[in-house]
Structures are given as structure tokens and as C-alpha cells.
């Protein structure tokens, strides 16, 4: 039942919300082979690590979607969903670019390297394009952290299998000068929402869980097999029903 309630009952909760404006993007786990091409092109690796992400000012936190289909027969009348795989969409970046252009440079190159493979000269007229391995051009270490300005809370997206495929048509002109931006679309495989170490240790826990709880209906259904009624507690006097039940 809806009852009234003070501003003060609720203000705490509209004063905490948090801003679009604190967040930072990582680049890292760039291939070894991308490292080096970019190097030869004068775009140090410590750039891409501490300072291009710096550079952007403009990002996503994104989203994914659970494919689904249709299941018909099941039940009468009944038409279920039920999932069968998880879709990332592409994510798109704007940065501002620097005077000596090597965040312009670090993309292009990392897109050269992608498109790269026949190792021939591009000057020549006979020039063709050929494709690196997936493996030799995917990151699979770079995150987007979203804090706030307190830095007491934050949370992480890390990004597997993450390329960029485009850079979007950067327009340049005399008049109403501004600082140069540049936008470049990205390809992910997947993305992991939270800490490593935090996501571990939950799964740890979860998946103990998930065990015992399948450990109880294997033990319920044997002793209503028998005739019998449930136990209430196992053979080492533990009781399924509690939630920590096989937890070590």
C-alpha cells in the first residue's frame, strides 16, 4: 500500500546519484605484434597505455542482449522464451586529439597493422590488402572505469576480444576553429562487468551453492523414491534447506 512520505525520507537518495562525468578509459592487453608495428610508427606503447584513454571525451557504458527463441508445445497455449546466446553490441569512442597527432596515429596504424598482412609496400601499384589472425590484432585487457568524485566507488568493464574497425570522416576547416576530435568504432567479443577478483570470488561461491543445492534434490528425490519422508538433516547431520549448506 502506497503511504506518504517526507522529502526527507527520500532526499538522501536523489542527493547520492551518479555523475557522467567521471570515468576513465584503459587501454591495455594490446598484442605484442600491434605494439610493435605501432612503435615502428612512431606511436610508443606508453602513450597507449597512460595517455590515450585520457583523451577521451566522450564514451559509452554498454549494453548487451539475450537472444532468444521461441519454444512451442511444452505446455498447451504456452509460448516460452528461452535464451540460447548473449550479443554485445559495437561501442563507440570520441577522443580529442593531440598536437602531435599520435592518438590520430595510434588508430591508423592499429587498423593498417589489421589490414596489413601481405607485408608488401603500399606505394606499389599491385598493392593488396590481406588480414592478421584475430589472435595477433584483438585486445583482451582493456576496461572502462565509471567512479565518482568522492573515488569511493567504482565499477569496471573489461573488454575481450575488443578492435577498432572504424574511424569515422574527421572534418576540417578554417573558420570557427575548435579542438580536433575524432570518433572510432570498435568490435568486442564480450565484456566482463566488475573486478576480476571480485568476480571470482563470487562465481567461487555461487558455483559451491549451485552444487549443493543439486547435492539436496538428488538426496530428496531418492528418499521420496524409497517411500520414505525427507530427512531433515544429511548422513553428517547438516540440513540441506540452509542456504550455506556445502559451503566449506
Same mark, same amino acid.
Given at each position: 500500500?502506497? *503511504?506518504?512520505?517526507?522529502?526527507?525520507?527520500?532526499?538522501?537518495?536523489?542527493?547520492?546519484?551518479?555523475?557522467?562525468?567521471?570515468?576513465?578509459?584503459?587501454?591495455?592487453?594490446?598484442?605484442?605484434?600491434?605494439?610493435?608495428?605501432?612503435?615502428?610508427?612512431?606511436?610508443?606503447?606508453?602513450?597507449?597505455?597512460?595517455?590515450?584513454?585520457?583523451?577521451?571525451?566522450?564514451?559509452?557504458?554498454?549494453? @548487451?542482449?539475450?537472444?532468444?527463441?521461441? /519454444?512451442?508445445?511444452?505446455?498447451?497455449? /504456452?509460448?516460452?522464451?528461452?535464451?540460447?546466446?548473449?550479443?554485445?553490441?559495437?561501442?563507440?569512442?570520441?577522443?580529442?586529439?593531440?598536437?602531435?597527432?599520435?592518438?590520430?596515429?595510434?588508430?591508423?596504424?592499429?587498423?593498417?597493422?589489421?589490414?596489413?598482412?601481405?607485408?608488401?609496400?603500399?606505394?606499389?601499384?599491385?598493392?593488396?590488402?590481406?588480414?592478421?589472425?584475430?589472435?595477433?590484432?584483438? &585486445?583482451?585487457?582493456?576496461?572502462?572505469?565509471?567512479?565518482?568524485?568522492?573515488?569511493?566507488?567504482?565499477?569496471?568493464?573489461?573488454?575481450?576480444? &575488443?578492435?577498432?574497425?572504424?574511424?569515422?570522416?574527421?572534418?576540417?576547416?578554417?573558420?570557427?576553429?575548435?579542438?580536433?576530435? &575524432?570518433?572510432?568504432?570498435?568490435?568486442?567479443?564480450?565484456?566482463?562487468?566488475?573486478?576480476?577478483? @571480485?568476480?571470482?570470488?563470487? *562465481?567461487?561461491?555461487?558455483?559451491?551453492?549451485?552444487?549443493?543445492?543439486?547435492?539436496?534434490?538428488?538426496?530428496?528425490?531418492?528418499?521420496?523414491?524409497?517411500?520414505?519422508? *525427507?530427512?531433515?538433516?544429511? @548422513? *553428517?547431520?547438516?540440513?540441506?534447506?540452509?542456504?550455506?549448506?556445502?559451503?566449506?
Amino acid at each position: 500500500m502506497v *503511504r506518504p512520505r517526507r522529502i526527507a525520507d527520500f532526499k538522501p537518495t536523489f542527493t547520492n546519484l551518479a555523475q557522467t562525468s567521471h570515468y576513465q578509459v584503459i587501454f591495455g592487453g594490446v598484442p605484442l605484434g600491434v605494439r610493435q608495428y605501432l612503435n615502428i610508427r612512431g606511436v610508443d606503447y606508453r602513450f597507449v597505455t597512460e595517455t590515450s584513454g585520457l583523451l577521451c571525451n566522450n564514451a559509452v557504458i554498454p549494453g @548487451s542482449t539475450l537472444a532468444d527463441a521461441k /519454444v512451442i508445445g511444452n505446455y498447451q497455449g /504456452v509460448i516460452e522464451n528461452m535464451t540460447h546466446s548473449r550479443i554485445f553490441p559495437d561501442i563507440n569512442l570520441e577522443f580529442y586529439v593531440d598536437k602531435e597527432y599520435k592518438l590520430l596515429k595510434f588508430f591508423e596504424h592499429y587498423i593498417e597493422f589489421v589490414a596489413g598482412g601481405s607485408g608488401y609496400d603500399q606505394t606499389r601499384e599491385d598493392y593488396y590488402f590481406k588480414m592478421e589472425y584475430p589472435y595477433d590484432y584483438k &585486445m583482451y585487457g582493456t576496461k572502462i572505469v565509471k567512479f565518482d568524485r568522492d573515488y569511493q566507488t567504482e565499477i569496471e568493464y573489461n573488454f575481450y576480444g &575488443m578492435y577498432p574497425y572504424q574511424i569515422s570522416n574527421i572534418p576540417v576547416k578554417y573558420e570557427n576553429s575548435e579542438i580536433l576530435k &575524432m570518433n572510432v568504432n570498435f568490435h568486442i567479443d564480450r565484456y566482463a562487468c566488475g573486478k576480476f577478483s @571480485s568476480y571470482d570470488k563470487y *562465481r567461487g561461491r555461487y558455483n559451491n551453492i549451485k552444487e549443493a543445492n543439486q547435492r539436496r534434490r538428488l538426496l530428496q528425490d531418492s528418499e521420496f523414491g524409497r517411500g520414505g519422508t *525427507r530427512a531433515t538433516t544429511d @548422513s *553428517r547431520g547438516r540440513d540441506p534447506d540452509d542456504p550455506e549448506y556445502g559451503m566449506p
